[in-house]
């Protein structure tokens, strides 16, 4: 989160304005990234990771995989349907929680 809070301070992006998309709820910080998306792709992404290589049985494997996948992507639509983020905020969210899955993916390889 820190991250996503530092970028949101660098790029200090604004909202989508109510005379280009429909709001469904009003936030006052920044835009870019969304860190509801970065904070879900983290969080589902790693343990989407955990459970391909520490969970032996397929069905659970792909029982999470699903979830996560699932989770992961509606909160980017939601964010966008709300009109508190443009795409390109929710597609900044998915890349630094890449990012920052593959940190950790290589962090715990070690």
């Known amino acids: 989160a820190l991250i996503g809070t530092l970028t949101k301070w660098i790029v200090s992006r604004p909202r989508p304005d109510s005379g280009l998309v429909n709001i469904q709820a009003v ?6 990234p969304s860190l509801h998306v970065l904070l879900f ?7 989407c990771y955990l459970s391909i290589y520490k969970i032996e049985t397929n069905w659970l494997k792909i029982l999470i995989a699903s979830v996560s996948a ?3 992507l ?12 443009w795409p390109s905020d929710v597609l900044g969210g998915y890349l630094l929680g890449a990012v920052f ?4 993916k290589n962090h715990a390889q070690r």
């Not at 936030?27 to 870019?32: L, P, Q």
């Not at 509606?74 to 983020?85: C, D, F, K």
């Not at 899955?101 to 950790?104: A, G, V, Y």
């Open 101 to 104: 899955i593959s940190f950790l």
């Open 41 to 47: 792709t983290i969080f589902f992404g790693y343990l």
């Open 27 to 32: 936030i006052s910080d920044k835009s870019f």
């Open 70 to 72: 699932f989770l992961i």
């Open 74 to 85: 509606t909160i980017g639509l939601s964010r966008i349907y709300l009109g508190v983020h």
